[in-house]
């Protein structure tokens, strides 16, 4: 029913020459076309409205929120990337730490094994050297005692000639290595 009194007004507006205006002046001005200039103002707003209203204004809204639904998904997104990278961030600074403290333990314990070592080889070296101080003290004391025995008989012999020659007899080597002991004896006890 509605739409037929609606459809009866429509044709009646477009039969009277209300509709069309005036042919005299401006008939926007003129009181009696105001009714038809309402009418089709409230008309063309109103068909206007609803177009914006279910046409346009649904995909707006559909846009704005895909937008929105976009960005609260980037923003979870990004935070638990943000997450996932400070929980990376603190598991790397714990491997460093760890690996801190186990480089200093293995530096520590080549510090005490190398000590060590030195120590071992210090003493070991001492060893030998004290060895080699006797062998060589030893073999000093032997050539020092085996010389004085060859030093005593080569005097004793040059003595024995010396005497020879100067007295012109032999003398008796026991008196002659008797003497030039007791001499080598007094000089070795002046020298100490």
Excluded: C, H
Aim: glycine share 2%.
């Amino acid at each position: 029913m509605k739409k037929k009194n609606f459809f009866l007004l429509i044709v009646y507006l477009f039969n009277t020459k209300v509709v069309f205006g005036a042919e005299e002046g401006m008939p926007q001005l003129n009181p009696e076309y105001w009714a038809a200039q309402t009418f089709w103002l409230i008309l063309i707003f109103s068909l206007l409205y609803l177009i914006i209203w279910k046409v346009f204004l649904p995909k707006i809204i559909d846009s704005v929120e895909n937008r929105k639904s976009k960005i609260v998904n980037d923003l979870n997104e990004a935070q638990k990337l943000k997450e996932n990278a400070e929980k990376k961030l603190k598991e790397y600074e714990k491997i460093i730490e760890e690996t801190k403290k186990t480089a200093k333990k293995i530096i520590e314990e080549n510090k005490k094994n190398l000590t060590n070592d030195i120590k071992n080889k210090n003493q070991e070296l001492n060893k030998t050297i004290e060895k080699e101080l006797l062998a060589a003290e030893k073999e000093i004391n032997d050539l020092k005692n085996n010389s004085i025995t060859s030093i005593n008989k080569i005097a004793v012999e040059i003595s024995s000639d010396i005497i020879k020659q100067i007295v012109g007899t032999e003398i008796n080597m026991s008196n002659v290595s008797a003497i030039v002991q007791e001499i080598s004896k007094k000089k070795l006890e002046n020298n100490l």
